[in-house]
Every structure is written in C-alpha cells, then in structure tokens.
C-alpha cells in the first residue's frame, strides 16, 4: 500500500477539487459564514477559491491560514436567499490523531475489552451472527478482565496510551506551527476516551475546514486503523457539515524515510548496551491479526509489515549494522489461527538454538502501553531467559522522539492538499436488511446455530485454553 495519504472517497466530478461552493451556516448570523467542499450542489455559482497558499503550503509563512474569497452578491442556501458582500471565510486546519485507547484504571478494564470485542472488526462474525457481536464481547470481555487487570496493575494500575498521545499531540502541533502550519490537533480513541466520536463533534464545533486524519499506526490492518475510518467514516457521513469538509487520510506511513531513520536510531542505540553489540539479534515482535483478516478479508497488514521490517534492515546496513534479525507476532487472543511466527514461540526457539544476546523491538507500537511495558518487558523477558537467552534489551517505542514527530508533522502537511469531502453512495445491504421476514429467519436460525456453537465441547474447551 502506497505511503501517501489517501481520502475518503472521490467526487464524482474531478473537476471540482479546488472549488468550494460557500454557505452560511448560521443564517442570521452572517459573520459565522462555513466553507464546505461540495462539488454536488452548487449555491447560484457561488465559489470560494482557496489561495495558492493552501496548495503549495507556505512553508515560510506564519501559518497555513487561508483567506478564501466570494465574490458573490446572491446565493441561496436551502431555499434562503442570502444578499451580502464579499465573505472572507478564514480556513481551518484540523489533524486528528487516532489510536487503540486503553483503561486508565483497573475499574476501566472490563468495559474497554467489552468496547474491544463489540467491534466487529476486531471479532469478525458473519452476517447471520452480528446479532451476537454485544453478548459475545460481554461473555468475553466478563472471562478475560480478571487476568488482564494483573496486568494493568503491574504497570502502575492503567495504560498510559492517552497521556502519550496527548504529549504527542501537543508536540505535532508544536512542530506544524514551526513550520508555519497553525493547527488544532485532536485526540481519537477507538475504545476508550476520548472517544473517536467525542473528537469529531469537537472538531465539527471549532468548524474546521480542512482535516487531516493520521492513525498511529504505522502500518494499516482493518483491525487498527481500518476500524477507526469505519468509525470516522460514518460519522462525517451522517452530518451535513461534517460530510462537506474536506478530509485526507494518511492510511499508513511506515515507508517514510523519517520514521525509518527514527526507528533506526534507536536501534542503533540500544545495541550499544550488549558487550559485543554486533552479536545480539534484532528481534522485531509486532502485534497479530488472525490469519483469517490477510488470506479471507485481504489485510495488507502483514506484507505491509514484512517491507517494514526490509526497510529499516536495509536503513541499518546503510550504517554499516549487519545483525542478524527475525520477525514474530504477539498479542494473539481466541481460538483461531493468528499470523505466525508466535513471539512465545520463536523466543524458546532461539534459546535452543543457543542465541545469547537478544534485543526487542516493538515495531507496530508508536506509544509504550500494556503490550510493551507487560507483555514485553515482563513476560516475554521472563520467557526469554527462561530459554537461554543472557542479555536481553528492549527498544523503546517512538513516543516523543524529535525526528519522528517532526516527519509526523511533514506528513500531515504533505496530505493537505489532497483533502476531499465524502460522498457517501446509497447503502443497498442495509436496505435488504430491514426486511422483517429476512430478520426474523436469520436470527431464528442463527440462534439455534449458535446456541450449537457455544456450547459444543470444542467451543467449550477453547475458551478455557485462549480466552479466560
């Protein structure tokens, strides 16, 4: 998948990327004047022309602000006549940061995995089933909170994702203004707060005319950052102010040369704390997708990551750094085949196979969180020298380094031109779906399916082993 930020969905007429037509979004009050891309529904000819500043971003001016300008006398907006002079309409920079989110407190773990299974996304029923998606991430989320509270209480009683994020944000929006982009940078949880949907209504009251989306994930699965553009997706669609600004979304961006370089550095760094730091492994642990997500639903997710892993080996033996390396995943959950090579696995393998110095990178991780400052840290170093293995080290994740948040920066201010409002297409599934005959025999049939299913001795045995 291409590094460079995609939209949402073209317009239908290509002509119309650089022609806003202006309304008023607050008719009485002609000072609060919105500026909506909408290619489909002209008011009276009626245009705004962003100036060349907003396309060739004006590195060397004080911000990114744009002064669009109507030259228009009359205009209607739904059937109202507006009759005014000129309009400058100030434009609006937004970038919205989306991440996974995690329980801030031991009392927050079990509605966030309940937030985490109800995705259907992330648990990937047929259609037949949906209707089970809630009680079977209540059931889930019930089993699995005791031991996943253990967890979160051996790094100090919750995750620390957010007040990451949060400094994380800050330091973009520092690093645009640097560069002369003036910003409003938001925060978007998928499972936890702020949610996706709180920062949205946030940047639909600020009225931000342009935004840039930027998961932080560096590579795209349908899981991470597929599940937050559903969300955000759907939202902007439902809103007639929201579905008319223009949004870029920078789906992944583990190619560009800053992250790269980022990662290497630290790297680099961390293997001078072997004795012999040409002899420890490289050993890059990210986290999983079922297997089911790449071969059935097409996730890019895995090759995505195994070019990933390329292009900072290639970036190290640029710096004369030729350790050996391997790649293995972590995280995985249920009864159901996950990508391999398994982490756990792997680190037992390589004790065998008489490895003794070993260091841990966490290369789909932006952020520490639980699957760092526990999982790696703690059990797997545990596991690690349990196998054999004397030295181990660990990377730490990107969090605040300068180089990274300033190619973040770059980033954000390499979409903006290519913003796009959505168009949002009729939904004709939806549509089959509200047929009460239809609804009525699927969930007839899918509960006698999946009262089978539950409680059949295979099911029964799985959970025990990969679910409580």
């Known amino acids: 998948m291409n590094a460079a930020a995609s939209h949402f969905s073209v317009l ?12 008023c979004s607050d008719i009485q009050n002609l000072n609060r004047v919105a500026c909506y891309s909408d290619c489909n529904k002209s008011t009276s000819q009626a245009s705004l022309f962003l100036c060349p500043g907003s396309t060739n971003r004006r590195i060397g001016s004080t911000n990114l602000v744009c002064r669009a300008f109507s030259s228009v006398d009359t205009s209607t907006y739904n059937g109202v006549v507006l009759e005014s002079p000129s309009h400058t309409v100030e434009e609006k920079v937004g970038v919205l940061l989306l991440n996974l989110g995690g329980p801030e407190t031991l009392d927050d773990v079990q509605p966030f995995l309940f937030n985490l299974f109800a995705d259907p996304d992330i648990i990937r029923l047929p259609r037949l089933f949906r209707f089970l998606q809630r009680p079977l991430a209540k059931l889930i989320s019930t089993l699995r909170a005791p031991k996943s509270k253990e967890g979160y209480a051996s790094i100090g009683g919750g ?11 800050l330091a973009i929006k520092m690093a645009l203004e640097a560069k002369g982009v003036s910003s409003n940078v938001y925060v978007g949880m998928r499972y936890w707060y702020p949610f996706t949907e709180e920062a949205v209504q946030q940047i639909k009251r600020d009225g931000i005319t342009r935004l840039v989306v930027l998961p932080l994930y560096p590579q795209f699965s349908i899981s991470t950052t597929g599940s937050s553009i559903s969300v955000l997706e759907q939202t902007f669609r439902e809103d007639d102010y929201l579905s008319r600004v223009p949004v870029s979304i920078i789906n992944s961006w583990y190619q560009r040369k800053g992250y790269l370089k980022s990662m290497a550095d630290l790297i ?47 970036e190290l033996k640029a710096r004369g750094i030729n350790n050996e390396h391997t790649l293995a995943y972590q995280s995985r959950v249920g009864p159901v085949q996950w990508l391999k090579p398994y982490t756990d696995e792997v680190l037992v ?31 797997y170093r545990e596991l690690a020298l349990e196998s054999g293995i004397k030295n181990w080290a660990r990377v730490p994740a990107l969090g605040l380094t300068p180089s990274f948040i300033t190619d973040l920066a770059d980033a954000v201010i390499e979409a903006l031109p290519s913003a796009t409002a959505i168009y949002a297409p009729a939904n004709t599934s939806e549509d089959m779906d509200n047929d009460p005959v239809k609804f009525f025999v699927k969930m007839f049939f899918g509960s006698v399916l999946a009262f089978i299913l539950f409680f059949s001795p295979k099911m029964i045995s799985a959970f025990r082993n990969h679910v409580i």
Do not use: W
């Open 268 to 314: 680099e760094k961390e293997l001078q704390s072997f004795s012999e730091p040409m002899e420890a492994m490289i050993f890059f642990s990210a986290h999983g997708v079922p297997v089911s997500y790449v071969e059935n639903a097409g996730d890019p997710y895995r090759d995505q990551m195994e070019e990933c892993i390329f292009l900072i080996m290639q």
């Open 12 to 23: 239908p007429n290509l002509n119309c990327q650089r022609k806003f037509s202006l309304s």
């Open 159 to 169: 995750s620390p994702l957010r007040k990451i994020t949060d400094d994380q944000a």
């Open 349 to 379: 393998e390589l004790g065998q196979k008489g490895v003794k110095s070993l260091l841990a990178v966490p290369v789909s991780f932006v952020s520490e969180h639980i699957e760092t400052l526990e999982e790696i840290d703690m059990e």
